[in-house]
Structures are given as C-alpha cells and as structure tokens.
C-alpha cells in the first residue's frame, strides 16, 4: 500500500489538531522512510519479481526489522515516546503510535504473505489484496480519499500557499501512484532504495503544509479551496 498510508496521516489531523502534518506522515510512513536505508546496507533484501502479484513486482524476502508485527510495534513505542518526551501530548503521542502500527494493518491487508510476525519466526501473513487492482484500487483509493477530505474539513489555509500546497501534494501523490501501479517494474533493490529515500521530501512538505494551514473549529465547514487570499 503507498497512498493508504497517506490517507491514515491526513484522518490523524481530525484526531488529534496539535501534530503536524509533517510528524503524521513521518509517523505513517516510517517504516518505509528507514526501509530504503536498510535495504541500502544489504540488512533487509528484496527481488524485482515481476508477476509477484498483479500490482507490484517486488518479493520482499527479507524485512523483519521494519515490516514484522514486533518490530512495528516497536518503532510505534519509540516514536510515540520521543513525541511525548518533546510535546508532553498523551493524546499525540498516542495517535503517533497508532500510525505506525497502521502501516503494518494496512500492509497485512494488500500483501501477500509475506509479513513476519517476529524477527527469526517462518510464519508470515498477508491477506493478498495485490492480487486484484481493481480491489486495491478501490480499497487504498478510499482511503487516501476518505483521509484527504477529513484533513481538508479540519483544517482551512491561512493563505494562498496553504490551499496550493495542500492540493499540490494530494495530486502528486495520486500521480506517483499511478505511475508505480501502471509504470514498469524498477531495475533493482538499488533503484528501489534510492526513489524510497525521496519520499523523506513529503514529510518536509507535510510540515511546510501545516504552517500555512489552521485548525479549523468546525468540521462541517467545506473545503477551502476558494478560502485563499
């Protein structure tokens, strides 16, 4: 799943108004943010497959530190606790964890089994979601959909960088999307590894976001996008 965790971290924004956007991403996204660094170091591996399932080419064969339920649960402490440790924000910190838990949720539902439980355990789950687009498209689009109209109702822009720069990441997002589920398959983990990385640029865009947004004190306001100045 790319975009669903996407979605996750802009519903958080409903829960909870005094994380940023930035940390919710990063915090969805975490463990694909220190993926790419592992897979660089040759710790966790993975194979361009192509045919491995109907959306993507890749065999992950090896990536119990960032994708087991354990080693999810834990970066979902660590990071809920350096929040806190900073914030002093229960609430916060607990949704931090949460998100990061979220991301194995929502990966167990479009891999194939291929997730470990612990790190050195052979048993591996995943109800293989992958193996039909048309299922993928409608479940990971309705959550991406789903976050960005929660984030945008609780949320309004403080000015014109506010509206364009929300709407700006939401298309790139749903073109990066497009591009990974009808492009070809990468050339290798190298490749893999290198265009992961880049996705720390949506966590410094979550941040730029939420400075030019507010919380908006009532849901059922609409969007926004006539609210620029």
């Not at 040759?42 to 497959?49: A, L, P, T």
């Not at 790190?119 to 990971?140: D, F, I, Q, R, Y």
Request: proline share 5%.
């Amino acid at each position: 799943m790319f975009i669903g965790h996407f979605g996750t971290a802009f519903a958080a924004k409903k829960i909870d108004s005094k994380p940023s956007l930035g940390t919710l991403i990063l915090s969805a996204q975490w463990v694909d943010l220190i993926w790419p660094i592992l897979l660089l170091l040759g710790i966790e591996r993975v194979v361009v497959e192509p045919g491995n399932t109907v959306v993507t080419p890749l065999n992950f064969t090896y990536y119990p530190y960032t994708h087991s339920l354990a080693g999810v649960l834990m970066w979902g402490v660590i990071l809920g606790s350096v929040y806190y440790i900073f914030k002093r924000n229960i609430k916060g910190s607990l949704v931090i964890g949460i998100l990061v838990l979220s991301h194995w949720i929502l990966d167990l539902l479009t891999h194939r089994p291929d997730l470990p439980l612990l790190p050195g355990l052979n048993l591996k789950v995943g109800l293989g979601l992958w193996n039909s687009l048309a299922a993928t498209l409608v479940v990971e689009g309705a959550v991406f959909v789903a976050g960005v109209y929660l984030y945008t109702t609780a949320t309004q822009a403080k000015n014109r960088k506010g509206v364009y720069g929300w709407w700006s990441l939401v298309g790139f997002l749903v073109i990066i999307y497009s591009a990974n589920i009808f492009g070809t398959a990468p050339p290798g983990a190298e490749a893999i590894a290198d265009v992961g990385l880049l996705q720390w640029i949506f966590v410094i865009w979550g941040y730029w976001i939420d400075r030019n947004r507010e919380w908006r004190e009532s849901a059922a306001i609409s969007p926004d996008l006539s609210a620029a100045k």
